[in-house]
């Protein structure tokens, strides 16, 4: 009976070992799938669906404070912006590839790619050409972690991960809009 008591605490132990490991075990595995350019691993460690819907808020609220209330009140700015917020919806599902996201994990803006610039190449300084470089990490809650890293202006951008289970994807990211 004894041996049945250690061993389940073994298996506890093992398994909250895991799951405090999972987040920094997913960075790893995102990283690497970023530097092999191998789409079909780092679709396994995002979730894409609610990363889309995140950065279409995001972008859809950044659009109407921009516009500011002039013309959120008027009826032919109510319909630009909401032809403005589709627009963003459809570049959000343009860019929201595992390319896109190559960049932003090496601090590039996502516009830089749709210039021609190649995402494995990160501008003038070759240290930032390592996905998630010098990144700051930081637990928020037993199914919340971020990873932080700066962009090209060394403003913040913040990549969120949360627990599904036993395993951790990325589910949102935080841009400095």
């Given at each position: ?43 396994k ?21 921009e ?61 930032r ?49």
């Amino acid at each position: 009976m004894k041996r049945f008591g250690w061993l389940m605490l073994a298996v506890l132990v093992l398994l909250l070992g895991y799951v405090a490991a999972g987040p920094y075990l997913t960075v790893h595995a995102i990283r690497e799938a970023v530097r092999n350019e191998d789409s079909r691993a780092l679709s396994k460690q995002v979730d894409f669906p609610a990363l889309r819907a995140s950065l279409r808020l995001q972008l859809a609220d950044a659009i109407v404070r921009e516009a500011g209330v002039e013309a959120q009140s008027s009826l032919l700015g109510a319909i630009g912006l909401r032809l403005a917020g589709s627009a963003a919806g459809t570049g959000v599902d343009m860019m929201v590839t595992p390319v896109g996201l190559s960049a932003l994990m090496r601090g590039q803006r996502l516009w830089s790619l749709a210039g021609g610039a190649s995402p494995m190449r990160a501008g003038p300084d070759p240290a930032r050409a390592a996905p998630l470089e010098d990144a700051h990490y930081r637990y928020h809650s037993p199914s919340r972690f971020t990873v932080t890293v700066r962009d090209d202006r060394d403003r913040p951008i913040e990549f969120v991960l949360t627990r599904q289970g036993l395993r951790w994807k990325l589910s949102d990211i935080r841009l400095p809009l």
